[in-house]
């Protein structure tokens, strides 16, 4: 028998000015990395430049999904945007710091901090 596992991830964005904040729930790996990169398709395409990503309601993360946010950074970077990360717990803390995204990546403890930082 074959399973297939539903997405166990969502996804709440909203706007403070010109900064789109995402707040994910869930787990972030290669059965819902897909999701992740369509949310932010979405948000690329509509031409939004400033990120504040909220992951304290993540409570899995891999390799796969963080290279994902790190692709999208550098593509907002380009095109003189960023963006930026907070309020992850300490365990997700460790996998961005094993793979080396928290040298690429600006984490910021709370939401208010990452969105301040922008100004």
Do not use: H, P
Request: glycine fraction near 6%; aromatic fraction near 6%.
């Amino acid at each position: 028998m074959v399973q297939i596992r539903r997405s166990d991830v969502s996804f709440d964005v909203k706007a403070d000015g010109d900064i789109q904040i995402i707040s994910i729930s869930g787990q972030l790996d290669a059965f819902t990395v897909s999701d992740l990169k369509a949310e932010f398709k979405k948000l690329t395409d509509a031409r939004n430049t400033k990120f504040v990503v909220n992951l304290g309601k993540v409570d899995y993360a891999n390799s796969t999904a963080i290279g994902a946010i790190v692709a999208v950074a550098q593509q907002v970077r380009k095109r003189k945007g960023d963006l930026k990360l907070c309020g992850m717990n300490d365990d997700i803390r460790k996998v961005f710091d094993l793979v080396g995204a928290s040298k690429i990546l600006e984490i910021y403890k709370t939401e208010q901090e990452a969105v301040k930082s922008f100004s």
